[in-house]
Every structure is written in structure tokens, then in C-alpha cells.
């Protein structure tokens, strides 16, 4: 059985940075993607970004472009998204995904997605 535990989550300071984790466990198929999502209060669940695991290609949407960074560690079977200067409106509950559609699609349509992390809370204050 696959499952996707995120870790990493906090307190930050606007401006400042976090690094959260995703270690996932369980997959038989390989080439999967793992996605990273957040969800605010009151607002629907958000793709941010998404890896491969055959070939480390990334997407990252719009508004952290510049900001965030995704990568993988194969042998830990981990995803990190680091997030660095971070703003209030970053603020949401973030989890990770995985699927094995084409990272673009898993990430902006959340198309494919099989399994989902049960989350961890960014806080940001300004």
C-alpha cells in the first residue's frame, strides 16, 4: 500500500523559508510523479508543484516560481519542496500527491492523482 507522509510544516516569519517533506512508501510502478498542493481557508485545493521520478522533470505554478524549489532523493524515498520567501498568502495546509500523469496535468488538473498525505500546516505571519 502506498502512503505519503508529509513533515516540515510551521511557524515562519514572512520572508523567511521552510523545507517540507514527503516521504512516500509502497510503490510497485514506477515513474510516478509526486505532487505538492496546498489548500487555504476557504479556497480550493492549489497544484504547486510536481516532480517525476524517471527524469526529475518539474512544474512549478506561476506564483512560486522563483521562490520554490522541488527535488527528490530517490534513496529516501523522499520529495522536499523548499519554500523560500515565503509570503502570508503561502499560508495553507500543504499536502502531497502521487499519480502517474504527466506532472502538468496531475499538478493544474489534478488529473491521475492516486494517492493522497494527510498534510501539514504552513503558518506565515506577516
Known amino acids: 500500500e502506498v502512503q505519503l507522509v508529509e513533515s516540515g510544516g510551521g511557524l515562519v516569519q514572512a520572508g523567511g523559508s521552510l523545507r517540507l517533506s514527503c516521504a512516500a512508501s509502497?510503490?510497485?510502478?514506477?515513474?510516478?510523479?509526486i505532487g505538492w498542493f496546498r489548500q487555504a481557508p476557504g479556497k480550493e485545493r492549489e497544484g504547486v508543484s510536481c516532480?517525476?521520478?524517471?527524469?526529475?522533470?518539474?512544474y512549478y505554478a506561476d506564483d512560486v516560481k522563483g521562490r520554490f524549489t522541488i527535488s527528490s532523493d530517490n534513496a529516501k524515498n523522499t520529495v522536499y519542496l523548499q519554500m523560500n520567501s515565503l509570503k502570508p498568502e503561502d499560508m495553507a495546509v500543504y499536502y502531497c500527491?502521487?499519480?502517474?500523469?504527466?506532472?502538468?496535468?496531475?499538478?493544474?488538473?489534478?488529473?491521475?492523482?492516486?494517492?493522497w498525505g494527510k498534510g501539514t500546516l504552513v503558518t506565515v505571519s506577516s
Open positions: 516532480i517525476r521520478s524517471s527524469d526529475g522533470s518539474t
Open positions: 509502497g510503490f510497485t510502478r514506477g515513474d510516478f510523479a
Open positions: 500527491a502521487a499519480g502517474w500523469s504527466p506532472c502538468t496535468a496531475l499538478a493544474r488538473r489534478k488529473y491521475g492523482i492516486t494517492y
